[in-house]
């Protein structure tokens, strides 16, 4: 189904910067709309609603997810993958049916969307499929050929894994996630998918020798070709070239008495090393922690808000500008979720860049955000928005130009 995007031309508001706002301005160009209920937001949503993923694809356009195609539930219900073009041409690729019963047979709720080395969209599901514990897709750009690549927990005991978001393109071309349970012990898998055959196996199982969870936030790709990730608070690295793995405990410390941890996944940061986002357990205060890729020099920077309490989804990647840009789901400036700048080097704040808002045109709570080859930035608002009458809103699509 086509929908047409309007897109606003870009502005930049020049305002003085100073260690907390900028006065950039997030400009909506797409907002995801929902009809029935307007008053208590339920309804169906044609488009989706709630987006939550989005990717820069190689042929210049967008692709993202959305997690729902109808709202009115405490559970998300189907969701769509959808595609958007730079002179606002949009097309809803496929849509999350319920099937018999509401199983949702093809999955329900996508998370995780990359482009592998064959132009094609591979996703996952959080849940749904024949098991309910969702799956592995492929699907064309044009939204054609959908297949079910895997079924998660549809080996006997899980042994194949579960809950595993579709991650990173290896350096063999093979594509690599994560469960965060299942697998031969019951504490998760590293898996990989052989696009050229569709072939799905499990290349590494977990086991509770040093955490009692199973990895978190999915993998990264750092040089040689090597994978990285969580697992509570103890950071892998696993070699696909020859299975080599290593594990190390890294000393997140009491604050105030109460625990910290991992709020985030890895990201590169700029001088090579592994940094995320901690956050405190039951008390404000998120911050910027980096350890060397063999899990040496742990650094546990100062909170940039000791202020901001984490409960909602956190976001941060590495920008152009080599600072980290993070989405704040709820609270720290903005009860609507903000962007701010944070330095790598000090982990202090450098600035807030946006804030967000339920009644502002630009949707609340922010939860993805990608940097285009312009230097400009794309992301998503999960809810809110400006709709006609008749609607409501359920996200938006923004860019933020920040003048890098």
């Not at 894994?161 to 990173?168: A, E, F, I, N, R």
């Not at 690295?237 to 020859?242: E, G, H, T, V, W």
């Amino acid at each position: 189904m086509k929908v047409k995007l309007l897109i606003a031309a870009l502005v930049v508001i020049a305002l003085g910067q100073s260690a907390h706002a900028t006065g950039l301005q997030p400009v909506p160009v797409y907002t995801f709309l929902c009809s029935g209920n307007v008053q208590f937001r339920y309804g169906k949503c044609p488009q989706g609603g709630r987006p939550d993923v989005l990717l820069a694809g190689s042929d210049g356009k967008l692709y993202g997810t959305t997690q729902v195609s109808e709202e009115g539930d405490s559970d998300p219900l189907g969701g769509t993958i959808f595609s958007y073009t730079a002179d606002g041409k949009g097309q809803v690729l496929y849509t999350f049916q319920p099937g018999a019963g509401n199983t949702y047979p093809n999955g329900d709720m996508p998370s995780g969307l990359i482009e592998g080395p064959d132009g094609k969209l591979y996703g996952s599901t959080l849940s749904g499929g024949s098991t309910g514990y969702g799956l592995l897709f492929r699907i064309n750009r044009d939204g054609s050929d959908f297949t079910i690549v895997h079924t998660f927990c549809s080996s006997l005991n899980c042994a194949d894994g579960v809950g595993g978001t579709l991650s990173v393109i290896g350096a063999d071309g093979d594509l690599y996630g994560a469960g965060s349970s299942g697998g031969a012990y019951g504490y998760g898998v590293i898996y990989r998918v052989i696009p050229s055959t569709g072939e799905y196996d499990v290349v590494f199982n977990f086991t509770n020798a040093l955490s009692d969870s199973g990895p978190s936030f999915g993998v990264i790709l750092g040089s040689g070709g090597i994978l990285y990730g969580l697992q509570g608070n103890e950071l892998f690295q696993y070699n696909p070239a020859n299975g080599d793995f290593s594990e190390t405990t890294l000393p997140f410390p009491l604050v105030n008495g109460l625990p910290s941890g991992p709020a985030t996944g890895l990201t590169i940061g700029p001088n090579g090393n592994l940094c995320g986002l901690y956050a405190i357990y039951s008390s404000p205060g998120v911050g910027v922690f980096e350890v060397n890729t063999d899990g040496s020099n742990f650094q546990f920077l100062p909170a940039y808000d000791p202020n901001f309490i984490h409960s909602g989804p956190i976001y941060m990647m590495l920008a152009s500008d080599q600072n980290f840009w993070v989405t704040e789901y709820i609270g720290g400036s903005s009860d609507g979720g903000a962007i701010v700048k944070v330095s790598p080097t000090t982990g202090g704040l450098l600035a807030t860049e946006a804030t967000f808002s339920s009644t502002g045109n630009t949707g609340a709570y922010p939860d993805v955000l990608i940097q285009l080859k312009n230097k400009t930035f794309v992301g998503a608002t999960t809810q809110y928005g400006t709709a006609a009458s008749g609607h409501f809103a359920d996200g938006v699509i923004f860019h933020l130009n920040a003048g890098l």
